[in-house]
Structures are given as structure tokens and as C-alpha cells.
């Protein structure tokens, strides 16, 4: 039996049965924490939602895209479908935290809370499934595949039909936030995240002696060249007031010190918030790097990948997460963020086929050691788990008695 430390007294009824659930819970977090597994080989995961949810009663369709999980509780009468989303992927990092319940696999951890977001949904079908004779309608949970590596398991699991029969009428996210006070609901107005695209950038020199780089064609000052010109694109040829991020993130050439490099490789990522902008970037890059490549008499090709699209929030959707959350973790505990992450999320192609909204729920520690996403030490405070649970619960009730 876990210990399980609850935030404060609930008032509300779905916070107040997720915190007597919340053993249970956490017990499902850390036993996914222990086995984390890479996106489209989480079997065992799948094989303890699919246990789960058949306890809790609901029909179960497995190997949806892969590993993709859905169940579908139906509610006591005719109504509306509703779908909450989880992702089950982990990262290939070694995780460091030292926990008791830390990975049991080396090189692999669940190091962006995607063990809790799986917790979190299966606890909310709990609690639905509990009430399920008032419920007017269904709701369908969704446990998708590779969050983390476009081109991602939410576009295979939309190709296998999980939107339709039933017909899903909207579907709501979270995600863990470890900067956000635990058990507090951030949510962004309209674009909430940025599409994330991938490119490589081959710069083609001409070889020969290091000491007598005018004789060829040195393919390492025409990447440091073209690395620069890249950077004055946002704010020389955007305005600075388009949110756009171009980061090279990888560079590699040359095979000795003396030898002139004939060939540069570079890779980086685009981050964008509109589909101008997503469109725009690209051709902007390639005429830059054209440019570079003709005054250093070299050649440069450039491979651009779509990777997720924006992520756009629903306004009438987000304003019933904002009022369900408003129930569950009081107003206090609501806040409205400014500006959009510049981060991505594969919920964005969910969000773009039928009314959606994503929101973060605060996972911060206590102890205030908080770690970002992505770090070997990433950890998260388990109090706020039943918290998340309740407000998935309370939206998908809401949603369907047409509150
Ligand atoms: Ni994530």
C-alpha cells in the first residue's frame, strides 16, 4: 500500500473519491515508472491499461495503431462522446532520480510525466465508471502511442478510425508541469503550442591541404557562415514580434585538422505558432542558405520535415476545462498563461480534427527541486496526481449534462 499525502480537505466529490483512490493511482504511476518503454513498443503499459479499464468494466480495443489503447465507458443514456487523450511513452535517458520506484530498465525513463498522464486517465474512468447510470452519453479514453517522435502515434491513431464510432464530439489533454505550484491548472487561449519541424542542411565544399584553403572550397566557414546568417532571419526578415525559434541543434564535418572539410552536415529545429509562419520560415532559410552557398562558391541542400502542427485550443472547449477545473481545484489554483510554449505535442493533430483543448496541471515538488522535462532527475509530486484525475472526470461529466 502506498502513502500518499493529499493536498487539503476536497469539496468536491470527484476530487474527494480520487483522493480515497489515490493509492491506487499512484500505485499505477509507479508501476509504469518502473517499466517505462519507447514510443510504439509500450506493451506491457498497454497491457496494464487494458487490464485496468476491464476491471473497471469497460470494453477494451487494443493494438490501436500499434500499442494504442481505447476504451469506452458508455454512459446510462443517449448523449454526446467525449474523448480524453493520455500519452504512454517514455525517453531513451538513464534515469538519476534515485527513487524507490525509479526505472527498472537502463537507458530508458518516463522523464515527461507520461506514467502519470496514464494514471491520471484510468483514475478518471474510475471515478466515471462509478457513475456511469447518470451519465447522458460516453466517454472515450485514449491512450496513444509515441508522444514523443514525429511523426508521433496521435496521427496513426486518428488513421485507424479513433475519432469515429462513436463520432467523438471534442477530446481534452493534460500534461504535468513541474514549474507550476502542485495541484494549480495552467491554460493558454487559442494557439497553446508551436508547430515543431525538423531540417538538415548538407554544405558541399571542395577538399584539399589546410594551408591552402583558396585552392578549394572550405565547407566549414561556409556553415559557420550560414549558421550566423540563420540566426538574423527572426527579427531581419521576421518581426521580432512572430514568435519563431530557429535552433541548429547538431553540426558535424571535417576529418582532420589539416585537411580542408568538403562536407558540412547541420541539423536544427523550426518552431512556429501559425500556419503563415510554419509555411514562410522554410523558404525564407532556403533562399539565405542559396545565398551563402553562391558568395563561398559552394553548394548547400537543405531537407525541410513537417513534424507537429500548432496546437490550437477550442475556446468552448477550454472554457469547460477552465470551469471543471475551477470545481475541482478552486479558483486560486487556475491560472491563465500569457504566452503559448514554444514547446510541441502531437494532441495538436487531434486538435485539428475536431474541438479540443490541452491543458497543465502543476506537478512542482515541495521540496522545490524541481527538475525540467527531459532530465535525468525529472520528478513530480504524486499529491497533485488525484487532482488531475478528478478535474479529467469532472470535464467529461460536465460536458456530457451540457454545463
Ligand atoms: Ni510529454
Known amino acids: 500500500m502506498v502513502e500518499v499525502e493529499t493536498l487539503e480537505q476536497a469539496e468536491n466529490d470527484f476530487l474527494r473519491a480520487a483522493q480515497e483512490a489515490a493509492a491506487t493511482i499512484v500505485q499505477w504511476r509507479r508501476a509504469i515508472h518502473e517499466n517505462p518503454e519507447l514510443g510504439f513498443a509500450e506493451h506491457r503499459t498497454a497491457a496494464l491499461i487494458a487490464t485496468e479499464l476491464e ?53 530508458l525513463m518516463h522523464a515527461c510525466g507520461h506514467d502519470a498522464h496514464v494514471a491520471m486517465s484510468l483514475g478518471a474512468a474510475m471515478l466515471l465508471s462509478r457513475v456511469k447510470e447518470d451519465l447522458p452519453g460516453q466517454v472515450k479514453f485514449v491512450f496513444q502511442p509515441c508522444e514523443e517522435t514525429p511523426p508521433g502515434g496521435a496521427r496513426a491513431m486518428l488513421a485507424a478510425g479513433v475519432l469515429s464510432n462513436p463520432p467523438v464530439d471534442c477530446i481534452v489533454a493534460l500534461h504535468v ?11 493558454k487561449e487559442g494557439t497553446a503550442m508551436a508547430a515543431a519541424d525538423q531540417f538538415t542542411v548538407r554544405v558541399l565544399g571542395q577538399g584539399g591541404h589546410g594551408s591552402s584553403p583558396h585552392q578549394g ?49 547541420f541539423s536544427g529545429t523550426v518552431r512556429t505558432l501559425t500556419p503563415e509562419m510554419r509555411q514562410r520560415v522554410p523558404q525564407v532559410m532556403r533562399r539565405v542558405l542559396e545565398g551563402v552557398a553562391a558568395a563561398h562558391r559552394a553548394r548547400i541542400e537543405m531537407d525541410y520535415e513537417a513534424g507537429y502542427p500548432p496546437l490550437v485550443n477550442d475556446p468552448q472547449v477550454l472554457q469547460l476545462v477552465v470551469a471543471a477545473a475551477e470545481k475541482v481545484v478552486s479558483r486560486q489554483r487556475l491560472l ?40 535525468s532527475h525529472f520528478d513530480l509530486e504524486e499529491a497533485a496526481l488525484p487532482a488531475g484525475a478528478a478535474v479529467l472526470a469532472q470535464i467529461a461529466w460536465d460536458y456530457l449534462h451540457g454545463t
Open 217 to 265: 572550397v572550405d565547407a566549414v566557414v561556409v556553415a559557420a557562415a550560414a549558421v550566423q546568417a540563420l540566426q538574423t532571419i527572426v527579427s531581419r526578415e521576421i518581426n521580432p514580434l512572430e514568435a519563431v525559434v530557429i535552433t541548429v541543434g547538431t553540426i558535424h564535418g571535417g576529418q582532420k585538422s589539416n585537411i580542408l572539410a568538403d562536407r558540412v552536415e
Open 55 to 107: 476491471k473497471m468494466g469497460l470494453p477494451v480495443t487494443s493494438g490501436v495503431a500499434g500499442t494504442g489503447v481505447v476504451g469506452l465507458l458508455a454512459g446510462g443514456g443517449p448523449g454526446r462522446v467525449i474523448a480524453i487523450r493520455a500519452d504512454m511513452d517514455a525517453l531513451p535517458l538513464q534515469e538519476m532520480t534515485g527513487l524507490p520506484f525509479a526505472s527498472r530498465q537502463p537507458g
Open 177 to 187: 508541469n513541474p514549474h507550476l505550484p502542485a495541484g494549480m491548472v495552467g491554460y
Open 336 to 375: 491563465r498563461v500569457q504566452h503559448p510554449a514554444m514547446g510541441s505535442e502531437d494532441f495538436a493533430f487531434f486538435a485539428e480534427a475536431v474541438p479540443a483543448a490541452h491543458f497543465d496541471l502543476g506537478v512542482a515538488r515541495k521540496n522545490n527541486t524541481n527538475y525540467p522535462w527531459h532530465h
